[in-house]
Structures are given as structure tokens and as C-alpha cells.
């Protein structure tokens, strides 16, 4: 089954607002965690990555947190554009294979 | 190329016949990885490689699916006698060497099996 989940399939947000996105994993041992955007018709797109021995990383207008006590994570993103609507993923790279959540599809309001 | 490429981007095939997908990977990427997507859904594994040999193939659904590559770049998956239920985009990515490597993503091949 899977080892990530997202808490939310979808996220309504005004433009200008912060965006939470939210993602929990099962597995203790992962140590490498990624985000990822993808846009209708395209590929998911590497947003941030963070590694088990991190508790925040920052980017971009983006921010990773990880909270390894009760293996969560979460996407932060500041001043939410339109350009930042699409489906955002979390996920556990462990193994060499990288698996997925089902994706939280974020919407920006104007 | 700049990023990996796919081919072709849209397949509409009869169910029954056979159908190969194409990924020609990031050069110098010797991990390779499929994956698919029904419509809506989070990304399903299918096989990894690296270089030439597919450590991990548990994700291929059935014995339908195969995949291959050869010279530690192009990777070809064929379905064979193709189902409805085979319908989705396939995703290839491929990465450097290594655990814990940024994956780049091409953009898919859309199959829809009539």
C-alpha cells in the first residue's frame, strides 16, 4: 500500500494568501522527501526536497517542513499567484523508488 | 536533450493490440523510472532502472507489461494486448545516480484504449 498521504485532496485559496499543504508518511525509515507540482497536461515539476536529517528547508516563496515525531510534512507557500494553481505531491523517495500521495489540487481565488 | 522526452505524446489504440512507449531520459541519468497515472490519481510505480538492468520491477500490473532499455539510455514499455483499463497517462523520470536524487519528469504519454 502506499506509504504517503495527503490530508486534503483539494485546497481553495485567495490570491495573495499562504498555502498549507499537507502530507503524512507511515514509514519511520524514509529519509528523503520531495514535492512536487504538476500543471494539467505536463509532468510533475520538482518544487523543494528535504532530507530526514532537516526539519525546514526554504526555497523560493517556498517553504518544507518536517516533522519526523509524527511523520508529517508540509508545503508552505507564500503569497499565493494564480500561477500556483495545480496538483502538488508529496513524495518518499526510499530505495531508489520515489512513492506518491494522491495529490492535493490547490485553486487560487482572484 | 534539455529534459526527458516522451513519445508519442497522445496514443489512441484498439483494445487487443500491442502498443510501445518511448523515453529517452536526461543524458548522463542512469536511473530511469516509469510510472502511471489514471486520471485524477497520485502516480503509480511501474519499474525502475539503473543503467541497463531493472532491479525493481514490482509495479508492472501484469505480465502484459514489460519494459526494456538499452545503452543505459532509451527505455521502451510495451503493453500488449491492451485493455481499457490500460487507459492513463505514462510517466517516465529519470535521476542521477544515488537515494537521494531529484527526479525530473517528461510529460507523459497519453494512452486511451478503445
Known amino acids: 500500500g502506499e506509504s504517503v498521504g495527503l490530508h486534503l485532496p483539494t485546497l481553495s485559496v485567495q490570491e495573495g494568501d499562504n498555502s498549507i499543504i499537507n502530507c503524512a508518511y507511515s514509514?519511520?525509515?524514509?529519509?528523503?522527501f520531495i514535492w512536487y507540482k504538476q500543471e494539467s497536461g505536463k509532468g510533475p515539476q520538482f518544487i523543494i526536497d528535504?532530507?530526514?536529517?532537516?526539519d525546514k528547508r526554504q526555497g523560493q516563496r517556498v517553504t518544507v517542513l518536517l516533522n519526523k515525531t509524527v511523520k508529517h510534512l508540509s508545503l508552505q507557500i507564500a503569497a499565493t499567484q494564480p500561477g500556483d494553481s495545480a496538483v502538488y505531491f508529496c513524495?518518499?523517495?526510499?530505495?531508489?523508488?520515489?512513492?506518491f500521495g494522491a495529490g492535493t489540487t490547490v485553486t487560487v481565488r482572484a | 536533450g534539455a529534459g526527458v522526452s516522451q513519445s508519442p505524446s497522445n496514443k489512441v489504440t484498439e483494445k487487443g493490440k500491442d502498443v510501445e512507449l518511448r523515453c529517452d531520459p536526461i543524458?548522463?541519468?542512469?536511473?530511469l523510472y516509469w510510472y502511471r497515472q489514471s486520471l485524477g490519481q497520485g502516480l503509480e510505480f511501474l519499474i525502475y532502472?539503473?543503467?541497463?538492468?531493472?532491479?525493481?520491477k514490482s509495479g508492472l500490473p501484469s505480465d502484459r507489461f514489460s519494459a526494456e532499455r538499452t545503452g543505459g539510455s532509451v527505455s521502451t514499455l510495451t503493453i500488449q494486448r491492451t485493455q481499457q483499463e490500460d487507459s492513463a497517462v505514462y510517466l517516465c523520470?529519470?535521476?542521477?545516480?544515488?537515494?537521494?536524487?531529484?527526479?525530473?519528469f517528461g510529460q507523459g504519454t497519453r494512452l486511451t484504449v478503445v
Open positions: 532502472f539503473q543503467g541497463n538492468s531493472a532491479p525493481d
Open positions: 523520470a529519470s535521476s542521477l545516480p544515488g537515494a537521494n536524487t531529484e527526479a525530473f
Open positions: 528535504i532530507r530526514s536529517n532537516m
Open positions: 543524458s548522463g541519468h542512469t536511473a
Open positions: 513524495a518518499e523517495n526510499r530505495n531508489y523508488k520515489l512513492s
Open positions: 514509514n519511520s525509515a524514509s529519509d528523503y
